[in-house]
């Protein structure tokens, strides 16, 4: 069968105004607004697209994370996914792990594609597709903004600082994606009723045969420098006195 | 043991990217380093010459191969892996290119990855923003694990130039092929480029159109600036995905920044919360750019710039 697998995180909603707990443990995410990481959304609209082209037969939607994660999953049931797969663990995984339960779950399902989001929005590391990839030996494409599939090979656009790139890979492939590759579907009251009955499965890190191996802590969580509060000037004219003052003219 | 560092270098086959003496800068802050630069070229002399050139730098090594004519994270990310034995850290800029290539190497190795360092507090200890920067937080490498690092470039000065560091070759590995460059539409423009002016002009959703961003590159003409923009002036075709500022796109650290018709979205700040003087023209005096202007002028832009690209002159 071909199958696309699609990484998603559960992250804190990106129109949450984060806090630092006091103590500068960690952040605040107790009664917080929690969501699909928005780039995952797009990974799987985007599967979920080449399925309907006939490009594609199953998608399956994976996360690891604690047990709370499973509405965000059957969020990605009711977009349309087919089932889930929940590896489901309470201790925080680093890249490198989540890479290697991914890894663990290409060789359970045989994916043609994995698409995941280029970054989490939380902890903005970036590094679990590329990770992937390495893992599995097999290529990768970051930052894309367009993915056209032909017989064996998906060519791929990508956002890169200069403009846009094309590159063309084998698959199976890790596909990374950018915010403008499309615009994910919204979730219709119907689907999510349906999405009760798809299956979705828990799975465990010793199941898959993954022994995460903690290599950093994170001692310290702190806000940002503040910057200092500006002026405001009432026309051009004075704007452009400020700046001469400043030098910046 | 003293760190031992190795720098991947970023480049167009020409010229070595600034990024790369802004990793070089990073570096430098760890105690007792010694750096070595990296070159992976189909012709790597030009660009190995200058690595040689910035101060700090101890050793340039250099690896030909007809397949680096393009960076490929799938040809390049084996070649690093196998110099990178006798090194503790492996550093690259957190451009889309760094941002590529080094999670790639870091699995290869099976070691940890620190995205974005801002800040070097030791040689395992290390600053990184999260929450499109709404948080620090300070990471500790354990148990010797070898670093892998992306630099956050907006947080360093570029270090300068005045060594004669040695040059020395090493031979490439077979790369895969399963892994082949295409194209690339670089937009072609004779303003100074967006990561690393002095000065920048950035506009957002309400410039309404493609033509009205024109209005803003005159006026970035006039300033000698770069142009950037927000993701929703992106989104909407107003301007190219290259000019894009923020959390997915461009952290930049001009001198002077002035945000056009920009809200001032989470996303939109972190991408300019080094910015020296941070410049807003927004008609919502409520808008959340006027919490990190230096200088805010409520009003119409469509009025207001006309106005300063004359007073300007
Ligand atoms: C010190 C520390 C504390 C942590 N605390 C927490 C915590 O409190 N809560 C928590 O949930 N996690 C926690 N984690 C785990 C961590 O957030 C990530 O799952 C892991 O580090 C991946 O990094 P990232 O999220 O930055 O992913 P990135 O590499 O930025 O993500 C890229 C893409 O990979 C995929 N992906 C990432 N993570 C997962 C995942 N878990 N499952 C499936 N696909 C994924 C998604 O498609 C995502 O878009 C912690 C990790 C560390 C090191
Ligand atoms: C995961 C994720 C990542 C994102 N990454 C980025 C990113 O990297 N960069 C980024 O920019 N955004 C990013 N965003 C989007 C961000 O949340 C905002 O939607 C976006 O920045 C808004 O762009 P804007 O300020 O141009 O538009 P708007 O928010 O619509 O603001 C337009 C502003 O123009 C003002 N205005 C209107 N007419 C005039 C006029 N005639 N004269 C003067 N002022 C006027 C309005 O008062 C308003 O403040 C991201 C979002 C998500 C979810």
Redo the contacts with the bound molecule.
Sequence with gaps: MKRILV????VVDYNVRIRIKPDGS?VV?EGVKMSV?P??EI?LEEALRIKERGAAEEVIV?????ADCQPQLRTCLAMGADRALHVQTDT????LA?ARV?RALTEREQPFLVL?????I????????QMLAALWERPQATFASKVELSEGKARVTREIDAGLETIEVDLPAVV?VDLRLNEPRYVKLPDIMKAKKKPLETLTLEALGVTPRAQ???PRYAPPAQRHKGVRVKDAAELVAALKQKGLL | MSPNILIVAEHNGRTLSVATAKCVACAATIPDAHITVVVCAANAAAVAAQAAAVSGVHRVVTVEHPIHEHPLAAAIAPQIAALAGPYSHVLGPSSTFGKDLMPRIAALLETVQVSDIMAVESATRFRRPIYAGNAVITVEVLDGAKVVGTVRTASFQAAGTGAQAPIEAASPVAPPTHTRFVSVSAAKSDRPDLQTAGKVVSGGRALGSAESFQMLYRFADKLHAAVGASRAAVDAGYAPNELQVGQTGKIIAPELYIAIGISGAIQHLTGIKDARTIVAINKDPEAPIFEVADIGLVGDLFEIVPQLEQLIG
Aim: proline content about 8%; glycine content about 16%.
């Design positions: 990484g998603i995180k559960r960690g995410t990481n780039f995952d990974a994976a996360t690891v994370g604690p925080p995984l680093e890249p989540t991914l995941l989001g280029k970054q989490a939380d902890d903005d590391n970036g590094q679990t597709g990374t950093l802590k994170t």
